[in-house]
């Protein structure tokens, strides 16, 4: 565990940061783009960064101002959001798959007056807005970062940084079960949660991290930019994500180490045949991160068998800036099946009365820690629900601790499926599903059953050449968890609707096979 910058998040603005590593490892690559002859040191990138401060000045934006982000990830994206750090504004983030009618809710709801769009998603802004695109300026991307060589940039800014704890990042839920609440993080909370990050995994200036997760979702924010930034390593960014290009990206770039979610890793395991996808020549690649939902152990397995390539598994939020729970590093031991031990922030399993559960009881998973969020945005009541007097955040997750520490998820509050007066946790049936070799994609969810109350049934996405049945997953799942809470139903889709961070979201999957 390398603790060299087990405090230096505290107290600190984005701003100090920056300005901190640009005069320790000035020369030193910070982003890396893929595909393109581009890298950006620490002071390139500051240089850069207080260009497009000036730029955002001369379009009178005033700090502390909410500004929209509204672009795919690029090396010019990471730079700009940067910016809205470095320079004391709001960061909002755009969801680009959210769709209209929410974007148009985001960006009135946070009062964003200005909204730095790409050329992609100009149009789809442009139409959320619908009669308001009057009354909020979208700034151009490229305009405001296409400064040619460092003659033609600007010296350091001279506006007063921002504190420790002023507003940094307004990020939205994904509102799965109404209105997405508006998470609000200051400066060192985004600074923590990128050190959280950074201790559990031993990051170090000599680590390069592989970010294919969007920068609109808090895992890439947090996650890949944020630990880059703290521990003064390098961040190489792709377009997207691609089954097809992942392992020479990482091959290319000599990365140590990539971020990811479990469809990701479910779609490089099952396709990486088909696609040519493997990881020869990455010896340098020390581990991949799974996070934002639970891992199947079947799926984690294959995956580590077939690679090579140990997978840690994680746990985090939007409100907590990302992680709260991580297997470590060797020595450490990983525990299959579980998310690990609490790094920089307090972690128990809390009763009806959020008082600390005795271990390997289930309850609600608990946080405590200087990365929890700050508020819900205009929202008082729900931050009162979600965060106690005394500073635990309620997660909603159910689950247990072991003697060690370790935490074992056990479902949602929210999700648990009760048939015949029995809870049954989707979870346990998603893993069964995902024990079948040709499921990709899989999730479980409760429809209304006049004899029990609710029944079981499931959305699947199959490999592309299988001929398996439902009836066939039927009765596998049978084997794995019994009739009981085995699916009365499976539904093979083309994909199973997921948010951006690729968590398929069961309420939209329950509502797409009603239809």
């Given amino acids: 565990m390398n603790n060299a910058f087990s405090n230096e998040a505290i107290g600190c603005s984005v701003r100090d940061t920056i300005d901190r590593q640009a005069d320790a490892h000035g020369k030193k690559p910070y982003l890396i783009a893929t595909g393109q002859d581009r890298s950006y040191s620490f002071a390139e990138c500051r240089q850069r960064i207080n260009a497009i401060v000036s730029c955002l000045e001369a379009e009178g934006v005033r700090p502390g101002e909410p500004v929209g982000y509204a672009f795919s990830n690029s090396i010019d994206g990471a730079l700009t959001i940067l910016a809205l750090l470095y320079g004391g504004y709001l960061a909002t983030a755009i969801n680009l798959v959210a769709g209209e009618s929410t974007i148009e809710y985001v960006l009135g709801h946070a009062e964003a007056g200005h909204v730095i769009v790409d050329g992609d998603s100009r149009g789809m802004v442009t139409a959320a807005l619908g009669a308001r695109a009057g009354e909020v300026s979208m700034l151009d991307l490229d305009a405001l970062t296409s400064h040619h060589g460092a003659d033609h940039l600007p010296g350091l800014s001279s506006a007063p940084p921002a504190l420790a704890s002023a507003d940094g990042l307004l990020m939205y839920t994904s509102g799965t079960t109404g209105r997405p609440k508006g998470v609000v993080h200051t400066h060192e909370s985004l600074l923590c949660g990128g050190r959280n990050t950074a201790i559990a995994h031993g990051l170090t200036d000599l680590d390069r991290g592989l970010c294919v997760l969007p920068f609109y979702h808090i895992n890439a924010f947090c996650v890949s930019l944020m630990a880059s930034l703290v521990s003064g390593s390098s961040l190489v960014i792709p377009p997207k994500f691609s089954v097809s290009s992942f392992w020479a990206s990482i091959r290319d770039h000599q990365c140590t180490w990539f971020s990811v979610v479990p469809t990701q890793i479910s779609y490089l395991l099952h396709q990486a045949e088909n696609q040519g996808g493997n990881a020869s020549g990455c010896e340098h690649l020390r581990f991949g991160r799974s996070a934002s939902a639970p891992l199947s152990p079947e799926v984690h397995a294959a995956f580590e068998k077939r690679f090579n390539v140990p997978v840690i598994e994680t746990m985090g939020l939007t409100e907590t800036a990302a992680q709260i729970l991580s297997n470590p590093q060797p020595p450490g031991i990983r525990k299959i099946g579980s998310p690990g031990i609490a790094f920089g922030n307090e972690i128990i399993i809390g009763g009806q009365d959020q008082q600390e559960m005795p271990r390997g009881e289930e309850g609600e998973i608990l946080v405590r820690g200087p990365n929890v969020l700050k508020c819900y945005l205009k929202n008082e009541q729900a931050t009162r629900e979600a965060v106690t007097p005394d500073g635990w955040l309620k997660t909603g997750d159910l689950g247990r601790m072991d003697e060690e520490g370790y935490v074992f998820v056990t479902g949602r509050l929210k999700e648990l499926i009760i048939k015949g007066g029995e809870n049954i946790a989707p979870r346990e049936v998603d893993e069964a599903l995902y024990s079948h070799p040709d499921v990709i994609e899989a999730a479980a969810f409760g429809v209304a059953c006049e004899n029990y109350g609710q029944r079981v049934e499931a959305g699947v996405k199959l490999s592309e050449h299988s001929v398996v049945r439902p009836d066939d997953l ?42």
Avoid: N
């Avoid at 794995?480 to 309420?507: E, M, N, T, V, Y």
């Fill in 474 to 515: 039927m009765a596998h799942c049978r084997k794995q968890i019994g009739h009981f809470k085995a699916p009365d139903q499976i539904h093979f889709l083309p994909d199973l609707p997921k948010g951006p961070s690729g968590k398929i979201q069961r309420k939209k999957l329950s509502e797409l096979v009603r239809k």
